[in-house]
Every structure is written in structure tokens, then in C-alpha cells.
């Protein structure tokens, strides 16, 4: 083994321990994204999300699953979800207004702690705007 190599694992477990610059909150990562009992999930709405990123993805949270097709979200959802995440090989097609009309925006796979940071349309963001959703996987 060459002199290099512990040196190079050491180097790449001390870049582990680093905590990440509060990217991502407390949002799981896209390939985590699992329901408690194991099936697969398509994408996850949360509806907390403020300035500081470790906030992210908190308090309530809904489940897609591969195919969710919604022209309305359940009543308590409409212009709730703040932030998101989407499983891999998965895309989440979302509208701001009840059956798929108004702005459109596709995320793929990927954390999205601050749906504030995506532009809807000249002023708008995508925080608390989703009111439509269409989620697929590959
Ligand atoms: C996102 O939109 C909301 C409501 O329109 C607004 O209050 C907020 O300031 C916007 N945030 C950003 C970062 O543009």
C-alpha cells in the first residue's frame, strides 16, 4: 500500500465530520428519502422554513408516492409546503393553482430547503405556492 493512502482516508474522514454549512437543515437527503416502513417515496412537501436553514423541513411534512397525480393538495397543504425534497430518479412537477394551471416549475431529484430561493415568475417564489402536483419516478 502506498505511504499515501492513510493519509488520504484520514483527510477524507476528517472532510466527513465537517457539518455541512447548514445546506440542507434538517432535510434528508435525496437518497434517504424513505417512508418509515421502508417503501418507496416519490417526494416529501414540509411545511417549515424560515431564515435559518436548520429549521428547514420541520413540523409537518407529506408523503408523494411514484405517481401521485394532484390537481389540489388536501385542504391544509394549498400554498403550505416551504420546503422539499425529491428521490432519486424521481421529478416533481409542481402548479401554483389548483388543477395544474398558473406557473409551473420542475425539481428533480434534490434537496430544496428554501423554496423561497426559486423564482415564480417576475415576483414571486415557490414558498407556500404549490398548489398543484404531479411527482414521477424513473
Ligand atoms: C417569497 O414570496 C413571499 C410571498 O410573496 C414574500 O413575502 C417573500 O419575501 C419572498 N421571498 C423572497 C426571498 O423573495
Keep these: 500500500m502506498s505511504p499515501l493512502r ?3 482516508l484520514a483527510l477524507a474522514l476528517a472532510l466527513a ?3 455541512a ?3 440542507q437543515g434538517a432535510c434528508p437527503a435525496s437518497a434517504d428519502l424513505k417512508n418509515s416502513d421502508g ?3 416519490c417526494a416529501k412537501l414540509y411545511d417549515k422554513s424560515d431564515p435559518y436553514y436548520e429549521n428547514c423541513c420541520g413540523d409537518a ?3 408523494l408516492e411514484p405517481g401521485a397525480d394532484l390537481l ?3 385542504s391544509n397543504w394549498a400554498n403550505t409546503a416551504s ?3 425529491v428521490a432519486p430518479r424521481c421529478e416533481l412537477t409542481v402548479w401554483s393553482l389548483q388543477g395544474k394551471a398558473g406557473k409551473t416549475h420542475k425539481f428533480s431529484a434534490g434537496t430544496y430547503p428554501r423554496l423561497e430561493e426559486y423564482r415564480r415568475g417576475i415576483l414571486g417564489n415557490w414558498s407556500n405556492a404549490i398548489s398543484a402536483l404531479y411527482c414521477r419516478c424513473s
Design 61 to 63: 411534512e407529506l408523503s
Design 72 to 74: 389540489y393538495l388536501p
Design 39 to 41: 417503501t418507496r417515496t
Design 83 to 85: 420546503s422539499l425534497v
Design 6 to 8: 492513510p493519509l488520504l
Design 21 to 23: 454549512p447548514c445546506a
Design 17 to 19: 465530520a465537517v457539518p
